[in-house]
């Protein structure tokens, strides 16, 4: 029997028109366009502005335009994975709601909750429901509305967080394209260095709550670079020697986009040149579930069928990864 590959075969995005950029900021809190941009390399993010309009209302644009790249009928999709921390509501999940907006009347789904390492998990989620044979049309969305989880008055976590979101269609490839190889990690000890502490069961949302600024996204910066630095780097490239690949035989790295100086370690240590890496954080910030499928988006026509890609992300729980593929149109 020939074997099936989870191929990607659309890309849609989409980010708000509003930009909140670092001068905005510096009027906000105490801080300067200087500082953000070398410590981050970000100089405006896009914010979701308009009252009453959630995670769904940018996955859904997204998504619309894959439909219509593909001259698909939203009837024909079988699943959507939602990856975000910022679901509409708690429950139900939002990929129930993008369903419901977009007329995917056939399609089951659900959210999944791997901060800003969501999409990459999604993604191999959604592989292998396309490699068992059962489903023939996945999509795969990484959306975030930080703005709604942003202390503006922390300077040091409002910085660096935009909104957007980004999908993808997996459908089957009998050549052998899409999705090759993937190392997924997890680390529930590091929970404490970037979480939200109340709203959850542990700790119901109460009016002292609210006043403790306790449903805004807690992060300890330097100790999150850190493991970011150490962990994107390693799975990436230990993904490289396992698939005895060095640097020289991918096309692009599509780094989560958290902070420049993490995105060129992972990139010195993989041996890449930087007209290799997609950086794409100057403008968008970091949009936690869709920066690398804002990525692809951003990139795709400059991508050619056969291009071996290395996907990498760091993110809260620690969650953390690296994802190889060969591009497949
Ligand atoms: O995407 C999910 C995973 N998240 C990440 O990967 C984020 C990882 N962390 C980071 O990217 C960085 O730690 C930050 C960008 C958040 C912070 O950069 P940093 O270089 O680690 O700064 P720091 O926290 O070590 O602070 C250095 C100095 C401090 O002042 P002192 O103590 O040296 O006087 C801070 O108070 O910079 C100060 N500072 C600021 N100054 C101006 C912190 N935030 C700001 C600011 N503007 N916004």
Same mark, same amino acid.
């Given at each position: ?24 900021? =510096?009027? /906000?809190? +105490? ?26 209302? /940018?996955?859904?644009?997204? &998504? ?13 999709? +079988?699943? &959507? ?17 993008? %369903?419901?907006?977009?007329?995917? #009347? ?52 409002? &910085?660096?967080?935009? +909104? ?9 490839? #009998? ?14 000890? *590091? ?7 109340? *709203? *959850? ?36 490239? =230990? ?18 986009? %958290?902070?420049?100086? &993490? ?25 936690? %579930? ?7 988006? +951003? ?31």
């Amino acid at each position: 029997m020939t074997k099936i590959t989870a191929a990607i075969t659309a890309v849609g995005g989409y980010v708000p028109e509003t930009k909140l950029t670092n001068f905005d900021l =510096e009027k /906000m809190v +105490d801080t300067n366009d200087e500082w953000i941009r070398s410590r981050t390399g970000i100089s405006e993010r896009s914010i979701l502005k308009e009252p009453g309009k959630g995670s769904s209302d /940018m996955a859904v644009p997204a &998504i619309e335009e894959i439909l219509r790249k593909k001259n698909l009928d939203p009837k024909e999709i +079988d699943c &959507i994975i939602c990856a975000t921390v910022t679901p509409d509501m708690v429950f139900p999940a939002t990929a129930n709601i993008i %369903a419901d907006k977009i007329g995917a #009347t056939n399609a089951w789904g659900y959210d999944l909750s791997a901060a800003c390492s969501g999409f990459l998990f999604a993604l191999s989620t959604g592989a292998m429901y396309i490699e068992s044979g059962r489903y023939k049309k996945v999509l795969v969305v990484g959306v975030d509305k930080m703005s709604a989880i942003v202390d503006y008055t922390d300077r040091t976590t409002c &910085i660096i967080f935009g +909104d957007g979101a980004g999908a993808v269609l997996l459908e089957p490839s #009998t050549d052998g394209l899409g999705i090759q190889d993937s190392i997924l990690r997890s680390d529930g000890s *590091g929970r404490h260095y970037l979480h939200m502490k109340a *709203g *959850g069961s542990v700790k119901p949302a109460t009016a002292e709550t609210v006043a403790a600024r306790e449903h805004f996204a807690y992060q300890e910066g330097q100790a999150v670079f850190k493991f970011a630095v150490k962990g994107m780097a390693d799975v990436s490239a =230990e993904l490289l020697e396992r698939n005895n690949l060095t640097g020289d035989d991918i096309a692009w790295l599509v780094p989560h986009q %958290a902070n420049l100086r &993490i995105i060129d370690a992972t990139a010195n240590r993989m041996g890449l040149a930087k007209e290799k890496v997609m950086i794409n954080i100057q403008k968008y910030g970091n949009t936690t %579930a869709a920066t690398l499928p804002l990525c692809l988006w +951003d990139w795709e026509n400059q991508l050619n069928k056969g291009d071996k890609i290395v996907l990498a992300a760091f993110g809260g729980g620690f969650t953390w990864g690296a994802t190889l593929l060969t591009w497949a149109y």
